[in-house]
């Protein structure tokens, strides 16, 4: 097992054990190569089904339940888990109908541990950070990277210091970085100045965790696994999820890779990007049909978790659109809200950024982009309580008129 450039025509391999977050020769993002192999995909199915019955931790994670397909360096008891990933798909018939689509569900996982997909990555980064011996570990963040970090950490008894942009983002994330007793450096500015930050200021203590770190990526793609698990092994048309520093997708198109070439799946589903408006640098690239990105200096959208104008994984996600046969758009704020407001009036609900993908899905049915009988998975990266400010401010009734239904109806 070794670290390689994610630049298939570089083919530097790195030590597993070597902390470098770019490749020495060409800079580009690292990645983990897989395991040993090769697989046969039934057992591997088989496999995982009996360890849903099991009591090790290790099987209680809806993450490592998976572990053929993640880093084999750990001794079992040495794993960092809240047994997270065990998240829902769930069928969405409203948002289905409000998108135009016949068939559309929600991984939903805003209902992990603490509240964002990010514990998926963390689970595995901070068990390779105590592994390697970290005493600490950074992030800059939106808010939901630093909350899981700083969970995992806690939970591994490493020291966490989280950069932020200050005002920029929810209280309730600020919080939780708090509650699992994280140091927080506030940065003025946004996502971008807080990362840059981060980089020039850390020493070679510091055990880096944020998206480009590998080891988050690998755990991140269990996702797909599992959701491809949750639909028996038939894949959906389309996988579509949220851009922001565009980590995800790029652990989505690794997963992808992974599952076909193992012949776990037989089709891959094409993946959708959808950013907002004001944070697009990932839609105008594609856009342009030139694979240089363009950063954005002043991004600008209220779904504060893909507020992102210098997103550090867009090669590694061009290749999983690429792969996949995928496309990006973007949504405006409007649209954003509106569907958010959908997905909660099922009973489901998510954070703004979330919201993004039926937006995205609605968007690309009404261009006749998308079959209106495709099957569709959109991932709800956070949960609703993650931003409350954004809810009570796109509540298109004044508070009052609630009270007053309120005690109308005798409550
Ligand atoms: C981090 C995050 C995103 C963006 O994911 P990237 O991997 O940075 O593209 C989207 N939604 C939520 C809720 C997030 O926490
Ligand atoms: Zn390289």
């Known amino acids: 097992m070794h670290l390689r450039c994610s630049d298939g025509q570089c083919s530097t391999l790195l030590d597993i054990r070597d902390r470098a977050l770019s490749c020495p020769r060409c800079g580009d993002l690292l990645e983990v190569g897989l395991g040993p192999g090769p697989f046969d995909a039934d057992s591997l199915k088989q496999i995982w089904l ?88 950074a992030s800059a963040s939106t808010g939901n990277t630093a909350a899981s970090m700083a969970a995992y950490a806690a939970r591994a008894g490493i020291a966490a210091r989280v950069y932020l942009p200050q005002g920029a983002i929810s209280m309730a994330k600020l919080a939780q970085s708090i509650d699992y007793g994280a140091e927080i450096v506030q940065v003025e500015g946004n996502f971008d100045s807080a990362l840059e930050r981060l980089l020039r200021s850390a020493g070679p203590e510091v055990y880096f965790l944020n998206s480009i770190n590998p080891f988050r990526i690998e755990g991140q793609k269990i996702v797909v696994f599992s959701l491809m698990e949750q639909l028996d092994w038939k894949p959906p048309d389309y996988i579509v999820l949220p851009g922001g520093n565009l980590g995800n997708a790029s652990a989505f198109g690794k997963a992808l890779q992974e599952l076909k070439a193992t012949g776990l799946i037989e089709k891959v589903p ?46 590694k996600a061009l290749r999983a659109l690429q792969f996949t046969g995928g496309l990006c758009l973007d949504v405006s704020e409007e649209e954003i809200a509106e569907a958010k407001a959908v997905i909660g009036g099922e009973g489901i609900g998510c954070e703004p950024a979330s919201a993004t993908t039926l937006a995205g899905i609605r968007r690309l049915i009404r261009q006749k982009k998308m079959d209106p009988a495709a099957t569709v998975v959109a991932v709800l990266t956070g949960h609703a309580l993650k931003d409350t400010d954004y809810i009570i401010r796109a509540q298109k009734r004044p508070v009052s008129s609630i009270e007053s239904q309120i005690s109308g109806s005798g409550v």
């Not at 990007?273 to 694979?291: D, H, K, L, T």
């Open 50 to 137: 009996e360890r849903r019955i099991s009591s090790d931790p290790r099987d209680r994670s809806g993450i490592w339940r998976f572990r053929e397909f993640l880093p084999d360096l750990y001794d079992p008891g040495a794993v960092v888990t809240l047994e997270e990933g065990n998240v829902p798909l769930l069928a969405a018939p409203a948002s289905s109908r409000y998108a135009g689509l016949d068939h559309l569900w929600f991984k939903h996982l805003g209902w992990n541990p603490t509240g964002s997909f990010k514990d998926g990555g963390m689970t595995v980064a901070v068990t390779q950070a105590r592994h390697l011996g970290a005493t600490q570990v």
């Open 270 to 315: 094409r993946m959708v990007v959808v950013q907002a408006e004001g944070a697009n640098p990932f839609v105008r690239m594609w856009q342009s049909g030139i694979p240089r990105l363009e950063v954005i200096r002043e991004p600008r959208t209220a779904a504060s978790a893909i507020c992102i104008g210098a997103p550090r994984s867009w090669k």
